[in-house]
């Protein structure tokens, strides 16, 4: 079956811990994408990239950081820098154009102790 | 800069009923404008994507309407039923193939 997997589907952060979120999809899909959301609100974009090697910022990059070392992954880090971290985390991707049809996959909650 | 704005917040209606979700967008030099579908704690459903040479897009008993000149878009949803119950999110595009999603009505259809 083709999708997004993401995990884990719940992670817990220490003070001062840097903690990567992992989204794989096997869509053959260009572009991706992470946004945040809290409660109450609509999904921020954190960061996106339309091609290997190759990544964007997006409105709310602070305290993240991305790798896209292959085609088919697109891990976040959310670094010690990020000093409000606890959200949903959804991960996309699209054929190309980031205004085509997005597909998602099915969260990371992050939580810190 | 795209700004996307849902109203209303939360809808409580009883099954059966038919009812309308709204969207505005400020920017209305878009492509295309999607709805999705969230359950909670989970990650989003693509339902509907108007292009801009569209006025209207259907798929089952959901129909979506765009009107760029009025910056609007609606979500109507006939007969509706407790398996709807569910977060209803629209996005519009932003330069540099980006999304800008609203912050989603709550429905809830009780039986």
């Known amino acids: 079956d083709g999708g997004i997997t993401q995990s884990p589907k719940y992670l817990f952060r220490k003070e001062g811990q840097n903690v990567t979120l992992s989204c794989e999809q096997n869509?053959?899909?260009?572009?991706m994408y992470w946004y945040r959301q809290d409660p109450g609100q609509g999904l921020r974009l954190i960061y996106y990239?339309?091609?290997?090697?190759?990544?964007q910022k997006g409105d709310i990059a602070e305290g993240y950081s991305v790798s896209r070392e292959k085609k088919e992954s697109l891990p976040l880090t959310v670094t010690s820098a990020q000093k409000n971290p606890t959200a949903f985390y959804l991960c996309?991707?699209?054929?190309?154009?980031?205004?085509?049809?997005?597909?998602f996959g099915p969260g990371t909650r992050l939580l810190v102790l | 800069k795209q700004e996307v704005t849902q109203i209303p917040a939360a809808l409580s209606v009883p099954e059966g009923e038919n009812l309308v979700l709204n969207c505005s967008f400020t920017?209305?030099?878009?492509?295309?404008l999607q709805w999705f579908r969230q359950d909670p704690g989970k990650g989003l459903t693509s339902l509907l994507l108007?292009?801009?040479?569209?006025r209207e897009q259907t798929s089952g008993r959901l129909n979506a309407s765009l009107d760029k000149s009025s910056g609007r878009s609606t979500l109507y949803i006939a007969a509706s039923q407790p398996g709807d119950s569910a977060t209803y999110l629209c996005?519009?595009?932003?330069?540099?193939?980006?999304?800008?999603f609203g912050a989603g009505t709550i429905l809830r259809v009780k039986s």
């Open positions: 108007i292009q801009s040479s569209q």
């Open positions: 920017d209305s030099a878009i492509y295309n």
């Open positions: 869509l053959n899909h260009d572009a």
């Open positions: 990239s339309q091609i290997v090697n190759d990544f």
């Open positions: 996309a991707s699209s054929p190309g154009q980031g205004w085509e049809t997005q597909y």
């Open positions: 996005a519009a595009p932003e330069y540099g193939n980006k999304l800008v």
